[in-house]
């Protein structure tokens, strides 16, 4: 099993910054794509950033520019530094990751509990 926990969220104005980190714990072989969702209410969660074990990332459109994933393999840890936030980037953002555990060396997804992010305006 894998366990993801972030951490990191809070109450931002506009123009302001925050960074996210998300630690894996577990019986984890090894742990392929990592990323950043975020969900509002009423609306399905949507990929915010993604990346990859050697360090290819892919972003949403929305926050090009913005925001800069990152991870740190040695302590199966995924950071999202989100600057110049928006009101709509308002959500709770989720950690995620794809991984091999020892005892069921299939890729599955896990989740993390969900952090709130609040951008004033």
């Known amino acids: 099993q894998v366990q993801l926990v972030e951490s990191g969220g809070g109450l931002v104005q506009a123009g302001g910054s925050l960074r996210l980190s998300c630690a894996a714990s577990g019986s984890i072989f090894n742990i392929h794509t990592m990323g950043w969702y975020r969900q509002t209410p009423g609306n399905q969660r949507k990929l915010v950033a993604t990346?990859?074990?050697?360090?290819?990332?892919n972003y949403a459109d929305s926050v090009k520019g913005r925001f800069t994933i990152s991870r740190d393999n040695a302590r199966n840890a995924v950071y999202l530094q989100m600057n110049s936030l928006k009101f709509e980037d308002t959500a709770v953002y989720y950690c995620q990751c794809e991984a091999l555990t020892i005892a069921t060396p299939i890729l599955r997804d896990y989740w993390g509990q969900g952090t709130q992010v609040t951008v004033s305006s």
């Open positions: 990346i990859t074990s050697g360090g290819s990332t």
